[in-house]
């Protein structure tokens, strides 16, 4: 059973940063991509990064690049997501997933397992 954890959301003020963790079990996680999404009030699950099996090949999303950072350790089973200049847009509930390929993916649909979610909540 893939079992994927996150820590790490909270409260941060605008300008401000935190970092994701996610600490995967139960898959070989240095075979498999994995991402981060995120999904504000009204609105659909977005993709905010995403990184290869080996931490080769990232992809943000334009609303975070240069502000977000996607890392692996996979010697801990464990994605990160570094968010520095945070925007009370970044406001939103943020999962990792894994996916079943090694390589990076965008779709939701690609990806086959999820944590349970962190809240992230950016004050003006």
């Known amino acids: 059973q893939v079992l994927?954890?996150?820590?790490?959301g909270g409260l941060a003020q605008?300008?401000?940063s935190l970092r994701l963790s996610c600490a995967a079990s139960g898959r070989t996680f240095s075979q498999y991509a994995m991402g981060w999404f995120r999904q504000a009030p009204?609105?659909?699950?977005?993709?905010?990064?995403?990184i290869s099996y080996s931490g080769g090949r990232t992809y943000y999303?334009?609303?975070v690049k240069g502000r977000?950072?996607?890392?692996?350790?996979?010697?801990?089973?464990?994605?990160?997501l570094q968010m520095n200049s945070l925007k009370p847009e970044d406001t939103a509930v943020y999962w990792c997933a894994t996916t079943n390929y090694g390589d990076i993916?965008?779709?939701v649909e690609d990806y086959d397992y999820w944590g349970q979610g962190t809240q992230v909540t950016v004050s003006s």
């Open 42 to 50: 009204g609105r659909g699950r977005e993709l905010v990064a995403t």
């Open 68 to 80: 977000f950072t996607i890392s692996r350790d996979n010697a801990k089973n464990t994605v990160y």
């Open 4 to 8: 994927l954890v996150e820590s790490g």
């Open 14 to 16: 605008a300008g401000g």
């Open 61 to 63: 999303a334009d609303s």
């Open 105 to 107: 993916q965008f779709k």
